[in-house]
């Protein structure tokens, strides 16, 4: 029997954003009840879709835990929450505007950001050992940015991209728009401390949004972001 303990994380940004790390499971089966008790017949079928079982786990374990949290904030049962796509194939809950999540996972964690004001958009990525950055960097990356990683140290460059992909995820995740887009059209490298800063030309639908990156496990990077202006109430 296996229980998953999402972990509060401390964070710099508004105070109604909540922001969670989850720990996989790995050895834990579908069929567990205490872990995986609340999930839908939908969710358990699109689970067993995955070819691996890190991934049935990973998508498992988030969103049972999402179900808790939200129930939580809400007072209504974990299995009661209902999800819903917007036409970006954003999902929100069917039932409620109060609150705006998202959720993201890479190799043993997952994160959910979380608030009942305002748009919320994280990201994690994990290192790849061996990767090459310039691979993907024409997809993913702004010139200047590109310029300014050749100059660094080589040990300090993958990091360093990694920086810079998932605060840029983290900001289109927040106004829904997807990586369709482009990467490349967000410009946040060099990084100064941790809040994120958009240089260069800044997209009209960026502009209203703010962004942290956040202390990740070893191996990771992670960020966090949020619309600066708040639901109508």
Not at 122 to 136: A, C, K, L, N, T
């Amino acid at each position: 029997m296996h229980s998953i303990d999402p972990v509060l994380l401390p964070h710099d940004g508004p105070s109604d954003i909540s922001l969670w790390r989850i720990d996989f499971p790995f050895d834990a089966s579908l069929n567990d009840a205490s872990a995986f008790a609340s999930l839908s017949d939908e969710e358990r079928a699109r689970a067993r879709r995955f070819l691996h079982h890190e991934d049935t786990i990973r998508f498992a374990s988030v969103r049972a835990v999402l179900r808790e949290l939200l129930a939580r904030c809400l007072g209504m049962a974990a299995h009661t929450v209902r999800f819903v796509q917007d036409e970006k194939g954003r999902p929100h809950l069917a039932d409620s505007s109060r609150f705006d999540f998202n959720v993201s996972h890479a190799g043993a964690h997952g994160l959910i950001a979380m608030s009942p004001v305002r748009r919320v958009g994280v990201d994690i990525e994990q290192h790849r050992d061996g990767f090459d950055w310039r691979s993907i960097a024409a997809l993913t990356l702004e010139p200047t940015e590109v310029a300014w990683l050749e100059r660094r140290d080589v040990t300090q460059q993958s990091a360093a991209f990694y920086d810079a992909w998932v605060a840029k995820e983290a900001f289109v995740k927040t106004t829904g728009a997807g990586i369709s887009r482009g990467l490349r059209h967000l410009t946040v490298l060099p990084r100064e401390g941790s809040r994120v800063t958009l240089r260069n030309l800044i997209p009209d639908d960026m502009r209203a949004i703010a962004a942290q990156w956040i202390a990740a496990p070893d191996g990771y990077s992670a960020c966090v972001a949020w619309s600066t202006a708040t639901f109508m109430r």
